[in-house]
């Protein structure tokens, strides 16, 4: 079984499909050859990815007008991340956030929507895909602007930001979430495996403690313990993860 293949949904397509596959450096077929594979990549109005055989096959996209993430961009104020970065107080002081690893991008787009400039990473090359399609397909053209996908890892080379607050989601930290059931973190786990070792979240949180003007941000599952051992200055708690914030300056 091939494990990759980029397929077209129809020929006014075709194109699109042949330059993804070209950045993916995966095959491209049209809608009438598809060979079996693992991941196809489908290529249409909407990006997604059909994943497994086709007895137990299932579909993920990015889609920022789910249900859940609507509902946590109109808690506002109340929602956990968003008080964990600062940005509850009408007189916060947050400009600018750095996400360094948007997965799915449900954070990054719930931060934008609060009205800050949100710069945030992903260094999978399928999944910015996946989000930069997302984030043109939107109607809130004003939240999109705000917020910018870049394709590549911030503290790999020790680049240096400028950003008010740094936040971090060490996807698989402290044994799997049960959000692993979800189709979308079953997906994450096949795909990228284990790309995001304990070694690499802490090599990215000590990068976000020296870039962080304000303050750095960790979501962590409520039974792991604190990265790299250092504890935050305080945590915002809910009832399956937490968020610890490390001030800074």
């Not at 996209?61 to 808690?75: G, K, S």
Request: hydrophobic share 40%; charged share 25%; glycine share 6%.
């Amino acid at each position: 079984m091939t494990k990759v293949v980029v397929v077209a949904q129809a020929g006014r397509f075709q194109r699109e499909a042949e330059l993804l596959s070209a950045r993916l450096n995966c095959p491209v077929h049209d809608s009438d050859a598809v060979p079996e594979a693992h991941f196809r990549i489908s290529v249409g109005d909407t990006l997604s990815v059909v994943c497994g055989s086709a007895k137990n096959a299932y579909n993920v996209y990015v889609d920022f007008d789910d249900m859940r993430i609507r509902q946590r961009r109109q808690a506002g104020s109340k929602d956990l991340l968003v008080r964990a970065c600062g940005l509850h107080k009408a007189t916060h002081s947050v400009s600018s956030i750095v996400d360094t690893t948007a997965g799915f991008g449900a954070d990054a787009w719930v931060l934008a929507g609060t009205g800050v400039q949100v710069w945030a990473y992903e260094r999978d090359r399928l999944m910015y895909e996946l989000l930069e399609n997302a984030r043109k397909r939107t109607m809130f053209a004003n939240d999109a602007a705000r917020l910018k996908f870049i394709h590549g890892d911030p503290a790999a080379e020790n680049q240096e930001v400028a950003a008010d607050v740094i936040y971090m989601d060490p996807m698989f930290s402290g044994g799997l979430r049960k959000a692993l059931s979800t189709k979308n973190m079953m997906f994450l786990q096949e795909w990228l495996g284990s790309d995001y070792s304990l070694d690499d979240q802490s090599r990215v949180f000590r990068w976000a403690l020296k870039q962080a003007r304000n303050r750095v941000v960790v979501k962590r599952s409520d039974k792991a313990g604190f990265i790299d051992e250092l504890k935050p200055t305080f945590q915002i708690m809910g009832k399956t993860h937490r968020f610890d914030v490390y001030q800074r300056g």
